[in-house]
């Protein structure tokens, strides 16, 4: 078997690939286990790495706001975790940090995850590789999950292959793609990345429980979400955006503005500033979601049944997701704190109005008790304390 990948790869000119510093000793502490050592020799020599144009490589490094290789570990691992629950749970795989876990070292821009399957060995430099294809393999059911008596490095060198090797591994490997070995393009200048230090609970057992279970309104939402000390809605008045608009809003919506502002809560769901006066103002917003679902509704009728405001009982947006799903209220009758609330959807069929008021479905999506379409859920091992949270805006935010 190859030992060493630079006996079958060449460096990029244009994107020669250069090292970053690791300090193995503490990644492998936080981690708590040891790395491959052909692992460990490819990410001294090259940093994070394009191989074969295809593949990339990560190591332990960081670049401010492209890439943290915790966080990536993090995210890689949940949104494995969650795709392996279509599969008979026989036959789920775990994931780090659960003993004996799928860790990821690479993906590709097909979309596949490679790991290591530590299980098979506590000696991290017989770890095989297992993928997470994209596509699913001829009799492999749903997932292809598919593991290959490779090193890490071996399966590089059969991805490189001008013919095929005997006894040839079993499964779709990738390839034959050219041998080279590149600086990751979005990755260009990546920096030595430090394990975070552990952090304590950000609530007590009681704030949990009264955050999570027992508490209700604004008193659950702020432990979840604490407010900003200052709140940023822009330079207008709320009699000022009324006027503009020809209706007041609901008061229950102005009482969250005026104490958390403009932002975004748990990393998705972004809170348009309300009072900010010239370009980018809330009827901005509203005008050009508005015209948006016209076009839709123009030519997709049954996927666009709402009406639109300013139109009598008209969807009025307030925020929106990173993902494009739109949150706002059905504009029916004079008082607008009867209006209800409703999601537009990007990526699922229109649903009926929300039960509940503006604090309360903040509160239960963000326990992760409201399923909606349109509305990121959690996963049932996630953590609500840990992905709930509200990050404030200034005067440069877009939105």
């Known amino acids: ?28 502490d936080w981690l708590g ?39 990536w570990l993090r995210e890689t691992h949940r949104r494995a975790r969650i795709e392996a629950r279509a599969l008979p ?32 060995s506590s000696d991290p430099d017989k770890w095989t590789v297992v993928v997470r294809h994209s596509g699913a393999i001829p009799g492999s059911g749903l997932l292809a999950w598919h593991p290959y008596e490779l090193t890490l490095t071996d399966y590089l060198r059969h991805t490189v292959r001008d ?13 034959p793609l050219p041998g080279t070995v590149a600086r990751t393009a979005f990755l260009p200048d990546a920096e030595a990345w430090s394990p975070p230090a552990p952090v304590p609970p950000r609530l007590t057992d009681a704030e949990r429980r009264t955050a999570l279970h027992t508490g209700a309104g604004s008193d659950a939402l702020r432990l979840l979400s604490p407010p900003p000390e200052r709140p940023y809605l822009g330079d207008g008045s709320w009699e000022q955006l009324f006027t503009e608009l020809g209706t007041r809003l ?3 919506y102005v009482r969250l503005m005026d104490e958390y502002g ?56 307030f925020a929106n997701s990173i993902d494009g799903d739109y949150l706002g209220w059905l504009t029916e009758g004079a008082d607008p ?10 990526h699922a069929d229109q649903g009926p109005p929300l039960d509940g008021g503006l604090t309360d479905t903040l509160l239960a999506w963000q326990r992760g008790t409201l399923a909606t379409p349109g509305l990121a859920a959690l996963d049932e091992d996630d953590d609500p304390v840990e992905f709930a949270g509200f990050r404030p805006w200034d005067d440069s935010a877009y939105w």
């Open 250 to 252: 609901p008061e229950e």
């Open 33 to 71: 286990v040891g790395l491959p050592a052909d692992y460990k020799r490819l990410a001294g020599r090259h940093g994070p790495l394009d191989f074969g144009e295809y593949v990339w490589i990560h190591v332990p490094c960081a670049q401010q706001d492209r890439f943290d290789y915790g966080e």
């Open 1 to 28: 078997m190859t030992s060493d990948a630079s006996t079958f790869t060449t460096p990029s000119a244009e994107r020669p690939p250069r090292p970053v510093p690791v300090d193995w000793a503490a990644v492998e």
């Open 89 to 120: 749970e026989t036959e789920r795989p775990v994931f780090h940090p659960e003993p004996g876990g799928l860790l990821a070292w690479g993906c590709t821009r097909g979309g596949d995850v490679l790991f290591w399957e530590t299980s098979t």
């Open 163 to 175: 013919t095929w090797e005997l006894p040839s591994p079993p499964g779709p490997l990738m390839g």
């Open 262 to 317: 403009a932002g975004i809560w748990s990393g998705w769901l972004r809170f348009h500033t309300p009072l900010r006066t010239g370009g980018r103002r809330f009827l901005t917003h509203a005008e050009d979601t508005a015209d948006a679902y016209r076009d839709l509704k123009d030519g997709y009728p049954e996927r666009c049944p709402l009406a639109v405001w300013p139109d009598p009982g008209g969807f009025l947006p």
């Open 337 to 346: 704190d009867a209006w209800p609330l409703i999601v537009w959807p990007r």
